[in-house]
Antibody
Framework: QLQLQESGPGLVKPSETLSLTCTVS??????????WGWIRQPPGKGLEWIGS???????YYNPSLKSRVTISVDTSKNQFSLKLSSVTAADTAVYYC?????????WGQGTLVTVSS | EIVLTQSPGTLSLSPGERATLSCRAS???????LAWYQQKPGQAPRLLIY???SRATGIPDRFSGSGSGTDFTLTISRLEPEDFAVYYC????????FGQGTKVEIK
């Protein structure tokens, strides 16, 4: 069964870069059928799609975040990563990674990232 | 950019009742590329419906989805205690995005 696990710092200072990694187990990130995405959820609020990547490296991002987001993939480690630059308190959220083919069937458990000095 | 608006914001119902949740898109969603998710506190969302009306694996048949174009509906035929949660719609026909959610609470 496919499992996804987010990892990275739980606390990031304002203006710095948030970096998270999603490790995929129980399946190959190089599957041609799927994209791999990042979604976030501020405390008490709704879901926001951040962006997605194909195993080949092609990406697409939420236009509202595009200038600050980079998503990359490392097929040798079966991982994909998120970098969000110039963070502010508004970027405080639970960050989820997910596998998708349009719809998001498989999700990680999520990791809370707090932006604070 | 397609904007999804869910209504109502909160639905107060009793176990055994029928729940009808609406998701309206600002533009037509191509090929009915619309999904529904359930989220409980402290948990990741769970996929319920994709392609507007196809149930995901393991989802009980009391959950059903319908609609096309700009108007979509999630129906829970008879609410079970475990169904009280927040529900989100997502379109994936043009990039992707979520509605703001509908909370189904116990009356």
């Amino acid at each position: 069964q496919l499992q996804l696990q987010e990892s990275g710092p739980g606390l990031v200072k304002p203006s710095e870069t948030l970096s998270l990694t999603c490790t995929v187990s129980g399946g190959s990130i190089s599957s041609s059928s799927y994209y791999w995405g990042w979604i976030r959820q501020p405390p008490g609020k709704g879901l926001e799609w951040i962006g997605s990547i194909y195993y080949s490296g092609s990406t697409y991002y939420n236009p509202s975040l595009k200038s600050r987001v980079t998503i990359s993939v490392d097929t040798s480690k079966n991982q994909f990563s998120l970098k969000l630059s110039s963070v502010t308190a508004a970027d405080t959220a639970v960050y989820y990674c997910a596998r998708h083919s349009g719809w998001l069937r498989d999700w990680g458990q999520g990791t809370l990232v707090t932006v604070s000095s | 950019e397609i904007v999804l608006t869910q209504s109502p914001g909160t639905l107060s119902l009793s176990p055994g009742e029928r729940a009808t949740l609406s998701c309206r898109a600002s533009q037509s969603v191509s090929s009915s590329y619309l999904a529904w998710y359930q989220q409980k506190p402290g948990q990741a969302p769970r996929l319920l419906i994709y392609g507007a009306s196809s149930r995901a694996t393991g989802i009980p048949d009391r959950f059903s989805g319908s609609g096309s174009g700009t108007d979509f509906t999630l129906t829970i035929s008879r609410l079970e205690p475990e169904d009280f949660a927040v529900y989100y719609c997502q379109q994936y026909g043009s990039s992707t995005g979520f509605g703001q959610g509908t909370k189904v609470e116990i009356k």
